[in-house]
């Protein structure tokens, strides 16, 4: 019996053409996918992990496999309702349990059925991947070697634990509650469930509950390969150990509980039991007196009544029926209890993912508004996208499947109130739920104790941002349950719409004219506004409605008004009903569209550059192959720079003009002079007589020989106009300048010496496609070029910089220097800046309506630094915590290293555009997105376990940047290999110092246990080959900022701390404002080294010029009392370390060095902490402890790299 | 007021010719349509209440083109189809209610006044709260005929609206639309001879398409008077009289057949002149 269920379902399902669409749309996807990532197609490059994983490695196809396995949940959905709800839709239901069949048969046998049919769809995926990988036009040396295991065991321990789970979920619920609106609810859960283990794996001391939430295992996968390298992802994916094995038993055994509990909750009855709250008894008894007269009364009855008058020629009201009908629908949709449960849903989901809002070192941000926008604009969609694709079918289908269109369709009511009402009714019940979800914000807001509601900008941002986007999707739903005239087709379509509107339609379509609802976006911040965004963004949004309003009116033509749907009939009603008013109206908005996309077109491909990603590539490709020989030509050096410049908040422009003095440096007379300009830069002119060779309009270089060429140490000088005029909108939207309240420029605006090499393509397989030669990623330690200039700057070393920056008469303007004169003229601010000190060429100008909080510091030896911080009004939070970042550096690095060398520091708040703080000469600004807002109101919060404790980024990040106006400013590194390890590592290192003065030991070690992971995760996605220290290259950022951060420390610690500092405070005095050549690491190395004793000499070498990593691991441990009151402790200890190459070849190295133990009492008190000496292999510790000890952990100050980031104690046992 | 059908043609894309040169004249009362299960009666009702667009002919209206001027004709059109269903969860009088706003009554009270007095009409206003689907068949036919009537329409189309209730419940559906058949064009589809007989002052009879009959129920019985013979005779007897005679009907009566026969002069002993019913003109017509 169970068998014949089975079978017959199997039968059924492969008669039906839907489970071979799944099966190919699932092979497409996948088989599209490898060829993506295989380099088929010339203008898309996709890669999951860095270039030296292949893309079909082991580690890659496991997260392809469970990507899919999650996305398909769909498909998962769609196959066991179709084969659970059967009975109840086609009403055989009673001949089905009327059958002597046994529940458990039943069950068993369908849900069987349901689980291969899945199994089946999705065997798809793993047949696309493969086939892709063979094909032969992809590049076959990204495709590493072709294993099956590798395609089978993804099913193993994702695929099949997945669609189990799920399609258990699925098959119950729809069981249970006969309907299939609850698959949808349920994958809306399973989808939230995701996100929220997502968000909760951000968290470090979550992991593991993230790991075990997650029910498609795609956190806990994760987890199990955080520390995996790019080799790693070659040989292998995530192994079914640990939190991801407990996982997969986890769901599948949750999995297997439902469906026991469904066996013993499953009736075979025609009724399902009523879920009623009250119950109407007066419902039941209908029969008893439905109103049956006799027939005699019945006679009588009717004689007596007169029929009312009727007016009905006033019939042609169809606002009032319009009206009406809108009040119908929604009504119907917003007492529908699906629609409420899946609000109610959401609100739950607003709330939970609220907890992380902002979160960085797992210190979180104030609930600002934009902050919270940001949930509701998140995951979210997926809510809003369900609600749209369910109630549009239900609106569409109501009437059909209520069985009672045929007495609809004989009303006089247009197609198009029809139409119109259900469109505004759903139209309104996204209103609801975006109402609903302010509502949920600024609860949010007001349980974590912040009270500065902005109602309007709420409003502003749903219903003038991003309400519009869900209309759109609305008239893409309706048209395709319109069109497709099929309620279960067209639920098919509009996902696969929407999987491909949100993952490929800009791969294929590239331009925004061309992706239904597409338009640059638009960014909030609390400084800006919208800045100039809104105008741009609503003329690609009309030119979409346009489209979306004819593409209704086509729609409404098409609506199914007869009984007759097949498809010669409604081509020919389409024909017939393409008349008159329709085809005008039709004509109207085709033709404002057409108009609007000109326009669009106009702006963004004419007057302004449109580049797809690959015309980008070509471009550069031609760069290269057009001026790379022009890389050595000598040029002169930038030595000062004189500007005026001129910002217009209101209008975004900028005009500004400069002059530079070149001079000639080398020992060589310099007769060409290469200008790296932009095209708004103009009007260059020079004191010396030159002629223009070549002028290159596209890439903006202009060749100039000198009449009479540069002499060594002549000097010659260079002015140039910049005119930056708003002008219209670009593909990516408006074209201002400067903001109208935050700007800040660069000094790339304006003009600078030679050939740059920054334009260059560096991805190796993109390079490779173009057939351009490998580029190595930075120059050689000893190269003469890199040497002879500072990796900021290639034009100038240290320079004299003059600026007059005016602005609006309510903005104020910085610029690096002294505030020379400040004045007022004809309604615009003036201020005049000139640096008091050699700088370096790198300079920002910015702009806003500030507030200024002012301090100042005096050093011991009587130097007065005048501080500021300017802020955006509101932004009051973290100013003490930033000014006291910026004293305490002072004191620390004036000591530790050399004098300040500017009278002024200033701290300037600018849009979160962008959310980094940077250092300039004398001046940082500081994003909006960082520091400002975070929430540190539990900073000094007592008894909160270290896992728990907040770091004081604000503080951080300010004595980091601080640190920089040392190494950067006064000490500039070559542009060389290594030269981020002397700005960025030295940096870290020495804002440790000034944490390490405000901070526990705990917090230090939660930062350290931060900087850990960061280093390790990140080290998958490496695209050439991992570097040491002393080698780093620029891109390999989390190399020099965290373990850099960790590697110093520890030297710091290794070799005493005084050591070290001297060390640096020797580098400082020999190369502060030396100009060329410029120091590389190996000038500090050697320094290291020679203050190093020789039992170190190891530990330099292993932390700055190799990759080291250890494992340890505590074998066992016992403790034993003596006589004296005293511990006696053995603890048996195996470390093993190992080297690796740039290839991510790991090679065991044998290990006899000093590692640091610590042994704590019950109360976590540190005991004893001591460094050891250790062998690898299994090592034997004995040491004597003054009291009761109970636990031990090996190197918990995080000195040696390992992979496990985290530090856990192990007990001690009593022997 | 008069429905005229002229040669009405409907292929369906299987293939099916459901309607073929069909042309009829319906005057006001009640017009029967009888005629077999998938005779095209649904289909031609279906094409009058302009549910479908027959590919050949006209039906005009009095002076309203049909197929032309859909809008104009809903106004005046009641439909009760053949199968229907209601939404859940709506009270009876709210239905009516929402239906009457459709149907182009916008004058609140005169909705409200129409409204009670279609269910008094169909006697369900005691019923008027309940929700419609959790109506027995009967009540919902009768809720379904005050759908048809709203607006006071002058065409009214019913199909086949008896089907599946109880006679009680059938006499009272047939009283209902007895009492509307004043001053409107019903037309009734039914396979139930007898509702014909009783409620229709003319009527149709069609089969694969095509008109048979068309008249007065009491002039078509007329036609076959002193022409149709009965007999009772045993099952195997039964193939044979089929080859000898116009065996028009056979039924079984106490478990034999009883065969009528059409016939103008008296056949073999043991058949009996009868006087003649619907019933006969019926299955005489579709033979």
């Known amino acids: 019996m169970l068998y014949e269920i089975f079978r017959f379902e199997l039968k059924r399902a492969f008669q039906r053409p839907a489970i071979f669409l799944y099966w190919s749309i699932m092979f497409l996807i996948a088989f599209a996918f490898i060829n993506a990532t295989g380099g088929a197609f010339k203008s898309v490059n996709i890669h999951l992990a860095g270039e030296n994983v292949y893309v079909n490695a082991p580690g890659v196809i496991d997260i392809v496999m469970s990507s899919f396995s999650y996305l398909g949940i769909f498909v998962i959905a769609a196959v066991c309702a179709n084969i659970v709800l059967k009975d109840f839709q086609h009403n055989t239901l009673e001949l089905m349990f009327s059958t002597p069949l046994q529940k458990v048969h039943y069950i068993a ?201 009727i007016n009905t020629s006033n019939g042609n009201k169809p606002l009032a029926t319009l009206l009406h009908l809108i009040g119908f629908e929604t009504r119907k949709l917003l007492g529908n209890t699906y629609f409420l449960l899946i609000s109610l849903l959401m ?128 008239v893409v739903a309706f048209l395709i349950h319109i069109v497709v005239n099929n309620k279960y087709l067209g639920h098919v379509f509009i996902i696969l719409y929407w999987v491909i509107d949100s ?76 008349k008159g008013r329709t085809i005008v109206s039709l004509t109207v908005v085709v033709l404002i569209a057409v108009s609007l996309g000109s326009f669009i077109f106009y702006n963004t491909n004419i007057k302004h550059d449109f580049k797809t990603s690959y015309k980008g590539e070509l471009e550069a490709v031609e760069y290269e192959k057009k001026y790379k020989e022009y890389e050595d030509l000598n040029q002169p050096k930038i030595t000062d720079v004189k500007l005026h410049v001129d910002l217009y908040p209101e209008s975004g422009n900028v005009m500004a003009k400069g002059t530079y003095i070149l001079k000639n440096l080398t020992d060589q007379p310099i007769d060409t002079l290469l200008i790296n300009g932009n095209k708004n830069l103009s009007n260059y002119s020079f004191t010396k007589s030159v002629e223009l060779i070549e002028e290159d309009s596209q890439y903006n270089m202009s060749f100039y020989r000198l009449t009479k060429s540069l002499q060594p140490n002549d000097e010659v000088k260079i002015s140039f106009e910049y005119n930056g005029v708003n002008d219209g909108f670009s593909h990516n939207g408006a074209r201002n300048i400067c903001e109208k309240n935050g700007t800040f420029l660069y000094s790339s605006l304006f003009p600078s010496l030679g050939y740059s090499d920054q334009a260059e393509l560096s991805s190796k397989r993109i390079r490779e496609k173009h057939g351009l030669p490998a580029k190595p990623v930075a120059l050689s330690r000893d190269d003469q070029q890199g040497i002879q200039r500072n990796f900021i700057s290639r034009d100038a070393d240290f320079i004299n910089f003059e600026a007059v920056v005016s602005t609006s008469s309510d903005q104020t303007a910085l610029t690096p220097g002294a505030l020379v004169k400040q004045w007022k003229e004809g309604e615009r601010n003036y201020f005049h800046y000139r640096s008091e000190h050699p700088m370096l060429h790198y300079y920002a100008i910015l702009s806003g309506r500030y507030e200024c909080k002012q301090s100042q510091w005096q050093s011991p030896g009587g130097q007065t630094v005048e501080l500021s911080i300017y802020h955006h009004p509101g932004h009051e939070y973290n100013l003490d915590n930033m000014m006291l970042g910026v004293k305490t550096s002072l004191d620390t690095y004036s000591k530790c290293y050399s004098p300040y060398q500017f009278g002024q520091l200033r701290i300037v708040e600018f849009p979160r555009y962008a959310s980094y703080a940077q250092s300039f000469p004398n001046m940082i600004p500081f994003s909006e997105g960082i520091g400002f807002i975070a929430d540190l109101r539990e900073l000094d919060k007592e008894d909160v376990i270290f896992d728990k404790q907040i770091i004081d980024y604000p503080f951080f990040v300010t004595t980091h940047e601080m640190a920089h106006q040392w190494w950067a400013h006064q000490v500039a590194a070559a542009d060389v290999e290594g030269s981020q390890m002397l700005m960025e590592s030295l940096t870290q290192y020495s804002a440790l110092q000034c944490m390490e003065a405000y901070y526990g030991k705990d917090r230090m070690k939660k ?49 005493g701390k005084d050591t070290l500092i001297s060390v640096l405070r020797g580098f400082v005095k020999d190369y502060a404002f030396k100009g060329a050549p410029y120091p590389t690491t190996n000038d500090l190395i050697g320094r290291i080294k020679t203050a190093a004793p020789d039992s170190m000499q190891y530990f330099v070498e292993d932390a700055l010029e190799k990759i080291t990593f250890y494992k340890t691991n505590v074998d066992s441990v016992f403790y034993k009392r003596r006589k004296d009151f005293t511990y006696e402790v053995d603890a048996y200890v195996n470390i093993d370390k190992y080297y690796v190459d740039e290839k991510g070849n790991e090679s065991e190295a044998s290990c006899d060095d000093y590692i640091e133990v610590e042994v704590y009492n019950s109360t976590k008190e540190a005991l004893l902490t001591r460094k050891f000496k250790l062998k690898s292999g299994r090592n034997h510790l004995h040491f004597v402890v003054k009291r009761k000890p109970s636990s031990i952990i090996v190197d918990p100050n995080y000195y040696i790299m390992t992979k496990d980031f985290n530090r856990f104690g192990t007990e001690m046992k009593k022997g | 007021m008069r429905l005229q059908i002229k040669n009405i043609t409907k292929k369906y894309p299987n293939g099916v010719l459901a309607l073929n040169r069909f042309s009829l004249n319906i005057g006001s009362g009640m017009f029967g349509l009888l005629g077999p299960n998938g005779a095209g009666k649904s289909t031609l009702l279906r094409t009058i209440a302009t549910l479908q667009d027959p590919d050949e002919g006209t039906i005009t209206f009095d002076d309203t083109d049909v197929l032309a001027c859909k809008d104009e004709i809903k106004k005046s059109l009641g439909y009760l189809p053949q199968d229907f269903g209601v939404y859940p969860k709506i009270s009876a009088k709210e ?193």
């Open chain 1, 109 to 309: 046998g369908r849900f069987a059925a349901a689980f291969v049919l899945c199994v089946f769809v999705f065997s798809a995926v793993g047949v696309g991947l493969y086939i892709g990988t063979l094909m032969p036009y992809l590049n076959h040396s990204l495709i590493g070697p072709n294993e099956f295991m590798t395609y089978i065991k993804p099913y193993l321990t994702r695929i099949l634990p997945n669609i189990f789970f799920v399609s258990a979920v699925f098959f119950s619920l729809s069981l249970l509650l006969r309907s299939v609106v609850v698959n949808w609810i349920s994958i809306i859960g399973l989808y939230i469930m995701y996100v929220i283990a997502m968000i909760l794996f951000r968290d470090l001391e979550n992991q593991t509950l993230a790991s075990l939430l997650d029910p498609f295992g795609i956190a806990a996968s994760l987890k199990v390969t955080t520390a995996d390298s790019a080799s790693d992802m070659n040989k292998a994916g995530a192994g079914l150990v640990d939190v991801f094995l407990y996982n997969r038993l986890l769901w599948i055994g949750l999995g297997s509980l439902l469906l026991i509990f469904t066996y013993f909750r499953f009736r075979f009855a025609y009724n399902l039991r009523s879920i009623k709250l009250l119950s109407n008894k007066k419902s039941n008894d209908l029969d008893s007196g439905d109103g049956t007269m006799s027939d005699k009364d019945m006679l009588i009855k009717i004689s007596n009544q007169v029929a009312p008058e």
């Open chain 1, 347 to 474: 609100v739950v989901f607003i709330f939970v993912a609220s907890k992380g809002i902002g979160k960085m070192y797992d210190t979180t941000t104030y609930p600002v508004t934009y902050q919270v926008l940001s949930i509701l604009g998140g995951s979210i969609q997926l809510v809003l996208f369900v609600i749209v694709l369910l109630f549009s079918g239900e609106m569409i289908w109501r009437d059909r499947d209520r069985k009672i269109h045929e007495i609809c369709l004989t009303y006089p009511t247009s197609r198009w109130i029809q139409f119109a009402s259900k469109f505004t009714a759903l139209a309104l019940g996204i209103v609801f739920l975006l109402l609903i979800m302010i509502l949920s914000g600024v609860i949010v807001q007001a349980m974590a104790d912040y009270h500065h509601y902005e109602l309007g900008l709420y409003v502003k941002s749903v219903f003038g941002v991003s309400f519009i986007n869900y209309l759109l999707l609305m």
């Open chain 1, 503 to 578: 993952y490929f339609a800009y791969d294929l379509f590239k331009h925004h004219l061309l992706v239904y609802g597409g338009g640059p976006g638009v960014a909030y911040s609390d400084m800006n506004g919208y800045g100039f965004g809104m105008l741009p963004y609503w003329i690609f949004k009309l030119y979409w409605i346009c489209i979306a309003v004819a593409l209704m009116i086509i729609g409404n033509q098409l609506l199914v008004t007869q009984t007759e749907d097949h498809w010669r009939k409604r081509m020919q009603l389409l024909g017939n009903r393409l």
């Open chain 1, 1007 to 1055: 930062f350290l246990k931060n900087e850990n992971s960061r280093y390790v995760m990140s080290r998958k996605n490496e695209n050439h080959g991992e570097r040491s220290l002393a080698l780093v290259a620029p891109h390999q950022s989390t190399t020099y900022y965290n373990k850099g951060a960790l590697v110093m420390n520890a030297l710091g610690n290794y070799l």
């Open chain 2, 95 to 287: 239905l009516l209610n929402h239906f009457a706003v459709l149907k182009g009554i916008h004058n609140r009270n005169e909705r409200k006044d129409m409204v009670d007095f279609l269910l008094k009409q169909v006697n369900l206003y005691e019923k008027r709260k309940k929700s419609v689907h959790t109506f027995s068949g009967g009540m919902k036919q009768r809720f379904g005929i005050a759908l048809a009537l709203l607006g006071d329409p002058k065409l009214i189309i019913v199909d086949e609206p008896t089907a599946g209730l109880d006679p009680a419940e059938r006499n009272r559906f047939n009283n209902l639309l007895s009492e509307i058949s004043e001053q409107k064009v019903v037309i009734l589809s039914t396979h139930i001879v007898d509702d014909v007989k009783d409620l229709c002052n003319d009527m149709a009879i069609i089969n694969q398409g095509e008109l048979l009959v068309n008249g007065r129920p009491t002039d078509l019985i007329k036609e076959l008077n002193g022409r149709i013979w009965e007999k009772r005779i045993s099952k195997q007897e039964l193939p044979a009289y089929h080859d000898n005679y116009q065996v028009i009907n056979a039924h079984l009566n106490e478990g034999k057949p009883l065969i009528h026969i059409l016939q103008d002069e008296h056949p073999e002993s043991g058949f009996e002149q009868v006087a003649p019913n619907l019933e006969d003109v019926y299955f005489s017509a579709i033979r």
